[in-house]
């Protein structure tokens, strides 16, 4: 389920990655009660040349001085982070990056005090990384926006190695077979190939619905919406929604009442004028739904698994055969409330795949998605896996990760310590 309630970096992240914008893009300043020009909403094939001065990285410095959201010690902090991405990439290669609407340039506009830290936090770990062997690929691959994504997944993974303390090298071959990241240890040579897995056409489709269904009509601070979505739409069906909800705001506020707009098995909204707060709760009992607005369900416990267990099958075959290797899948919100509760049902999908390749050593699932409430950071070790959940509240960020032993290996690893060496950088902060 979409929820508004969750906040809007999820949403965020899903209009970059899905090519959904505002009809009038004028700022990315998004706040709570601070929603504009959200009049429209369409789905774009060609986007407008951006303007001059948001070409300019010393515009978002200033930005940056000016964001009242941030104190003086933030501030300070990412500054610091611009200055080593400017310096890993120079001011003219950022500049066309920008120009060409690179992913880099939707977090700077947005804004928001984590956008602004997650890119502070890009120069800070491509600093770290500058004497690596074939840094200089990694750096192109970054720069291209159709690439960013897999880039960045192999960005965190090198990072996380680093910081731990290992001589690392991109991008090596081995008889003819590239793999990704190449981690030294203790005279032994271990094999990452990293890949992410993107969003089904299933949660697309759903999620394009629920946005095209509530974004466009929360920039009236005189009303309030609140409900459900029950299913995913076709298009037609979304205009014709949109049109039924734009004649209840209307009407709502010139009548000062609520409206109900229901489909039964499709869509069950209540548009409320805001002092109408008594009607609104009211109405939200008696339909046993949250204060909230919540989109239809797109997940499947099942198929999901499955298509990360496809995924370890083709990445296997990127690994050389006589040395131990290591696959990673990067994924966004894996289960509906987390993979904690649900982590022996993925085990149990995932690890006949991971036992039946003897060059693999195990297999890691990152799970991440946006989280505004702090959480704890958690540990859990069982015989044939390992679950660890960390928060990054810089980024509101929550990362889950499985990481589940090949047993039937031909590369056998003492739990005691090598594993231990290996896999720290997967578990703590």
């Known amino acids: ?11 965020f992240l899903h209009l970059r990655r899905e090519r959904l914008i505002w009809g009038t893009l004028t700022d990315f300043n998004l706040k709570v009660g601070n929603k504009r020009n959200f009049s429209k909403m369409y789905y774009i094939g060609q986007m407008a040349a951006v ?23 933030q501030k300070e902090e990412i500054i610091r982070g611009f200055n080593k991405l400017m310096k890993v990439f120079g001011e003219s290669q950022l500049r066309e990056a920008l120009r060409n609407r690179h992913p880099i340039f939707d977090f700077l506009r947005f804004q928001a005090p984590w956008s602004l830290f997650y890119v502070a936090e890009l ?36 990072v996380k190695m680093k910081k731990a303390g290992f001589d690392i090298e991109l991008y090596p071959t081995v008889n003819s077979k590239e793999s990704d990241i190449k981690v030294f240890l203790d005279d032994e040579e271990y094999f990452f190939e990293i890949t992410t897995l ?41 205009h ?30 209540l548009i409320c004028p805001k002092n109408k707060v008594k009607e609104q709760n009211n109405w939200l009992r008696r339909k046993g739904l949250k204060a909230s607005l919540e989109g239809p369900s797109w997940y499947d416990r099942i198929v999901e698994p499955r298509r990360i267990r ?12 006589d040395r131990p290797g290591i696959v990673v899948i990067f994924t966004s919100l894996l289960y509906l409330g987390g993979i904690e509760s649900n982590c022996e049902t993925l085990v149990d999908i995932l690890e006949e795949t991971i036992y039946a390749n003897s060059r693999l ?11 505004v409430q702090p959480e704890i950071t958690k540990l859990i070790q069982k015989p044939q896996y390992v679950f660890s959940s960390k928060y990054y ?3 509101l960020r929550k990362e889950e990760t499985v990481i589940i032993k090949n047993r039937y290996s031909k590369f056998q690893i003492d739990d005691n310590s090598l594993f231990q060496k290996i896999f720290s950088p997967f578990l703590l902060s």
């Open 198 to 238: 993107q969003a089904s056409e299933e949660e697309r489709a759903a999620r394009k619905t629920f946005y095209f269904l509530t974004w466009p009509f929360l920039s009236d601070n005189r009303i309030s919406i609140m409900g459900k979505i029950h299913k995913t739409l076709s298009i037609p069906h979304i």
């Open 51 to 73: 303007e001059e001065r948001f070409t300019e990285f010393n515009y978002y410095y200033e930005r940056v001085k000016e964001n009242d959201t941030l104190t003086d010690r």
């Open 310 to 321: 496809k995924r370890f099958q083709d990445k296997c075959k990127q690994l050389p055969k």
């Open 361 to 371: 050593i195990c297999g890691i699932i990152i799970s991440y998605y946006g989280c």
């Open 123 to 158: 120069g800070r770990k491509l600093m770290m990384l500058g004497e690596v062997p074939n840094f200089e690929r990694l750096k192109t691959m970054l720069m291209n926006k159709d690439e960013f994504d897999s880039a960045e997944a192999e960005l965190e993974i090198a």
């Open 393 to 395: 509240p810089k980024i």
């Open 1 to 11: 389920m979409d929820s508004l309630l969750f906040y809007n970096q999820p949403l």
């Open 240 to 269: 014709e929604l949109q049109r039924k909800i734009r004649n209840k705001i209307t009407l709502a506020i010139k009548e000062d009442r609520c409206l109900e707009l229901a489909e039964p098995r499709v869509i069950n909204y």
